[in-house]
């Protein structure tokens, strides 16, 4: 079922506000993206990301960038720039972590932080695992195929993310609990689960999936979903996902925005 909004809201507006696809040519160095989270707080929060450009959160529906950009975006995973900016962005995840468990939990022994309930958020697609070799293989490339993509789902045809999975066993040596939260339906989880085993990816708490009939967009359902965890008692440092709707609206300490120039989703 979809948690309640029983929390004061807070609104992260416009990050980046293009639309237009760019390509990084050199390595590129995670930087940090000022973000308004409303007139409420008086110091507004970071996201840490790549120069990746995509919509604000004014923009209300998904959207694939199409065939138009094929070129473009192949090469940008083909030549290894993905995986360059993929790990310059899991490593400011590690060391803004390490020293917020410090802040947190007063320690960064992994008795201690575990026992501070000091906790990450990692979503799934594009996060922990790649869906770039089934979509860029489209007909129609970087388009959306939802035959396409439950079948890739189903026979596990997205193989891990090797920065990002190497940061959540990172954050499970640190003591970091580590929670799953997915765009993926309810509908999904045995698949999902059976992939992510597959997949090394294990010793999470829980995968948080998107409940069957909810109509919330994904930034709203998912701070709802860290506000859930928060109210039972869980820190959330850092949350780490390929969409500004993995880390709007609160509930997290730091965002930790992975590239991902095929799609976006609110």
Same mark, same amino acid.
């Given at each position: 079922m979809a948690f309640a909004s029983g929390h004061s809201r807070r609104t992260v507006v416009g990050v980046v506000a293009?639309?237009?696809?760019?390509?990084?040519t050199t390595s590129a160095i995670a930087a940090?993206?000022?973000?308004?989270?409303?007139?409420?707080?008086?110091?507004g929060k970071v996201i840490i990301g790549t120069s990746q450009n995509l919509p604000s959160l004014e923009v209300t529906a998904a959207w694939n960038i199409g065939s138009y950009a094929a070129p473009q975006v192949s090469a940008y995973y083909t030549s290894g720039q993905a995986a360059i900016d993929q790990s310059s962005v899991t490593k400011a995840a590690l060391s803004w972590t390490k020293n917020w468990v410090n802040r947190a939990c007063g320690s960064q022994k992994p008795a201690k932080v575990k026992a501070c309930k000091a906790a990450a958020v990692f979503d799934i697609d594009e996060t922990l695992l790649s869906n770039y070799e089934w979509i860029s293989t489209l007909a129609v490339p970087f388009s959306y195929d939802s035959a396409a993509s439950n079948t890739a789902n189903s026979n596990c045809t997205t193989p891990p993310i090797k920065a990002t999975v190497a940061l959540f066993d990172?954050?499970?040596?640190?003591?970091?609990t580590a929670f799953l939260i997915t765009g993926r339906s309810e509908n999904s989880r045995a698949v999902t689960e059976s992939c992510l085993a597959k997949s090394g990816i294990t010793g999470y708490s829980a @995968? $948080?999936?998107?409940?069957?009939?909810?109509?919330?967009?994904? &930034? !709203?359902?998912?701070? %709802?979903?860290?506000?859930? @965890? $928060?109210?039972?008692?869980?820190?959330?440092?850092?949350?780490? &996902? !390929?969409?500004?709707? %993995?880390?709007?609206?609160?509930a997290l300490g730091?965002?930790?925005?992975l590239p991902n120039p095929m799609y976006y989703l609110p």
């Open positions: 293009l639309l237009a696809l760019a390509i990084p940090t993206v000022p973000v308004d989270p409303g007139p409420a707080l008086s110091a990172a954050f499970k040596r640190l003591g970091v @995968l $948080i999936l998107d409940p069957v009939g909810n109509t919330q967009n994904a &930034g !709203d359902r998912k701070a %709802d979903q860290r506000q859930a @965890l $928060i109210e039972k008692g869980w820190k959330i440092g850092p949350s780490v &996902g !390929d969409q500004i709707s %993995d880390m709007s609206h609160g730091r965002g930790f925005l």
